[in-house]
């Protein structure tokens, strides 16, 4: 089961936290067709927020077609975001796992490391790296 948690420095939402975390955990294959979200209760408890919140992120879910609550029994996931191919990229996965701690070993604290990932990412794009 998908362990959820909500980011005070994010600048975003907790509902749009929540709706992220189950998109990432259903691209990456954590989460598949027929597994169950945590209750809004159990999201509640550990989150202390609002079940309100829960809620509405799990509506907004539910409108993108990727969940469907079972009254009485929880919210299921309906479908995927994963194309299938996340297995076949091990030797990528290595890569940036190592590039991760040579960064680490250079000192960068996770935020630096974010940073320095999201501005790199960001002129690959712009420059058409492929």
Known sequence: MIELHL?????LPPYQQIV?????ALRLGVLQ?????????EVVERLAINPNTVLKAYKELEHS?????RP???????????????????????DLLRWLAKARRAGLDDESIEAL?????????????A
């Open 72 to 94: 009485g029994i929880g919210t299921f996931v309906t479908a995927t975001l994963s194309d299938g191919s996340f297995a076949s990229h091990g030797p990528l996965r290595q």
């Open 20 to 24: 992220r975390q189950v998109q990432r």
């Open 33 to 41: 067709v027929g597994d169950q979200l945590p209750t809004v209760k």
């Open 7 to 11: 980011e005070a420095r994010s600048g």
């Open 117 to 129: 990932f999201q501005d790199s990412f960001r002129a690959s794009a712009d420059q058409g790296v």
């Open 65 to 69: 077609g990727l969940v469907s609550p």
